[in-house]
């Protein structure tokens, strides 16, 4: 059986570069840590320092965790993160009606795409298990 590659280790280095704010735990499953980079810099750059390191291992348990399939989680991941606040990313999912209601309020006020950040993973696996 050949192992599923959902996630990239060089998306992750490119979301790493903004990860003191968290962006590369969040692709790769894990809202809590990365709230707490987020609010607190990286553990003080510490942590994200740490977490150059961190990576393979990371993006091994992502590629374990979640579903693939035709929706690409890293395509995903770059559209939530540079434009979510236009809701392309649900778009690209196939969820229309949320994209624009994303489009038309700011990723709904810009509370939805800190949702998002929590929960993408699970809708791109989701939406791949369904289409599977």
């Given at each position: 059986m050949q192992q599923q590659d959902t996630?990239?280790?060089v998306i992750g280095y490119l979301l790493w570069i903004f990860g003191f704010l968290g962006a590369h735990r969040f692709?790769?499953?894990r809202p809590v840590s990365g709230t707490i980079w987020f609010f607190t810099l990286g553990l003080l750059f510490v942590g994200?320092?740490?977490d150059l390191?961190?990576?393979p291992s990371m993006d091994r348990e992502a590629d374990l965790r979640f579903q693939s399939g035709?929706?690409?989680?890293n395509i995903a991941w770059i559209l939530l993160t540079f434009l979510g606040v236009f809701g392309i990313h649900r778009?690209?999912?196939g969820k229309w009606l949320t994209g624009i209601l994303y489009l038309c309020t700011g990723g709904l006020f810009f509370v939805g795409v800190l949702y998002d950040f929590w929960t993408l993973n699970d809708q791109v696996s989701l939406?791949?298990?369904q289409r599977a």
């Open positions: 996630h990239s280790k692709y790769y499953g994200w320092i740490i390191f961190l990576i035709p929706v690409d989680y778009m690209y999912q939406r791949n298990a």
